[in-house]
């Protein structure tokens, strides 16, 4: 077993469920724990099949309420890719200026240093990304009559509907994200499995209304992500992510 496997294997064995496993939960537990963000892709095209594999994977997540309002624009053609690229330059440099300026807490600065290059690398090479998958959704309007207004400030009481009414916004925003990132986490997933690299980001939202143009998107479909993918050029290793133990408050905080 080379380094890289037997890194995964410890990384598995820390997070997996002390019974013994089952050969899917062991391939699933292994995938998960060795999906890096993998940024420097190969030119090569993704086949459109394997990029079904991938949006089959997405709309298999959970959606609230059933209510399945996503949509994934797939974006494969060359000159689309070159019309985003300028966009997706300017975002990153924004990132890069502000929030991604500095390592995070618990980074050392080496590390940060490998993984802004990476970032920079797929900035100058996104004309040349094989494929982009950018999720939305659609909120539909909420059917909600008198009576059940009612109900919902009994249920909530006073302070309830106040603190409601004063986080409505941060709500939907939730409520939208909520079904929309775990089909994003399964197209992730599905990648790592088939191989390919992928990684998930939300800098086109600094110029969301001048990406929904470039490809076409309705003015009142939201968009939450862009999500590059494509064969890896390096390989899969394991993720560093903190200690279970540093995380977990049981039954309080």
Known sequence: MNTE??????VQAESAPSAELSADARALFSTMSTMRAMRRLRPEPVPDETLEQLIQAAVWGPSGGNMQCY???VVTDREVMARLAPLWKRCVD???ATTGKYAPKGMDDAAYGRMVAAIEYQRDHFADTPALVVPCYQFPEPRIEEEGLVAYAQALGPAGVEHMTG???RFQALAEGS???PGVQNLLLAARALGLAANVTIWHLMLEQEWKEALGIP???QTFAAVPVGWPQGNFGPVRRRPVADVIHRDRW
């Open 167 to 169: 986080t409505q916004t």
């Open 94 to 96: 924004a990132y890069l």
């Open 71 to 73: 949509e994934y624009v």
């Open 5 to 10: 496997s037997t890194q995964a294997a410890s």
């Open 219 to 221: 003015e009142d479909m």
């Open 179 to 181: 079904c929309v990132y």
